[in-house]
């Protein structure tokens, strides 16, 4: 499926043969740009594209010549009971972003080009760090992104990579992966992206009804106690954060913790520096996860 202003490819081996033509010949092989690319930037995503993702694909086109996006719903990082069959994926209406936003090549494989028998697929393990925090709720969360992370960075071979500092955990897992598995390439992180009321922008948001939308600033004003009161130490921060939570019936709060920015690490009580609030809690059915930086 090709089209004029930028080419969807859907297989790894069509794929491979537009990076070798481009690697043998200095161009883009029916893509937008007429001289040499040097770098290439890859904006991984599930699709159901919000300005998150914008604010990404503008990081990306900051730092490279041209720019790829991937869109898929990676099975492996959905549990049994989580919303892998409902979750949303509006692909023209992504693809109507993608062309504003002037993205050159748009990767859209089927699970079975990517994984083939999904029974006996190798996995990245996350480790301890992949079992704490969002770990703990969704165990088999970070190993299913680590994987197709990986796999997409195999596939695709990018200079840079961009990441969302919404998801905070899995972006230093992400690097870790990066360093440890001696990745050649950088990742780069996009700020937050939020409503004018402070939600933070998620394709999940879409299913908040009213209600549930008004209730959902929980997380956000959760994080808002915590930064306001850190100056009365890590325990007292957290319990203003649960507060908001006790104040809010419709909001069933999974975690509020406090971690070291650097380590990930859980606070002790005076600790001094830099950390990360990060806070998940479910929304009547939908399940919504926040991030806030907090100096102590």
């Excluded at 092989?29 to 904006?43: C, N, S, T």
């Excluded at 990742?187 to 402070?198: K, V």
């Amino acid at each position: 499926m090709t089209q004029i202003l930028k080419t969807v490819v859907e297989t790894k081996d069509a794929l491979a043969k537009i990076r070798g033509a481009q690697k043998a010949t200095g161009r883009i092989v029916a893509g937008r740009i007429p001289v040499a690319a040097k770098k290439l930037a890859l904006v991984p995503t599930m699709g159901a594209l919000h300005d998150g993702h914008r604010a990404l694909i503008k990081l990306a086109k900051e730092n490279a010549d041209y720019v790829i996006v991937s869109l898929f719903v990676n099975p492996l990082q959905f549990g049994p009971n989580e919303d892998f069959d409902e979750y949303p994926r509006p692909l023209e209406q992504d693809l109507a972003v993608l062309e504003e936003e002037g993205v050159d090549y748009v990767f859209a494989p089927e699970i079975e080009d990517m994984y083939g028998d999904l029974e006996d697929v190798t996995i990245v393990s996350a480790g301890a760090a992949g079992r704490i925090l969002e770990g703990e709720f969704r165990p088999t969360h970070f190993d299913g992104v680590l994987t197709v992370v990986a796999k997409l960075f195999n596939i695709i071979r990018p200079d840079f990579a961009c990441f969302g500092e919404k998801d905070a955990q899995q972006l230093a897992l992400v690097r870790r992966m990066v360093r440890d598995l001696n990745f050649p390439l950088d990742i780069l992180a996009a700020p937050i992206a939020r409503e004018t009321d402070g939600l933070a922008r998620s394709s999940r948001n879409v299913y908040l009804e009213s209600e549930d939308r008004e209730a959902a600033l929980a997380l956000s004003g959760a994080l808002a106690a915590v930064a306001e009161a850190a100056s009365e130490g890590v325990e007292a921060a957290l319990a203003a954060g649960r507060e908001i939570y006790e104040r809010q019936p419709l909001a069933s709060m999974d975690y509020l913790e406090l971690v070291d920015a650097a380590t990930f690490a859980p606070l002790s009580e005076g600790f001094t520096g830099k950390a990360l609030a990060l806070t998940a809690a479910r929304i009547g059915q939908t399940r919504l996860i926040d991030n806030r930086r907090v100096t102590f």
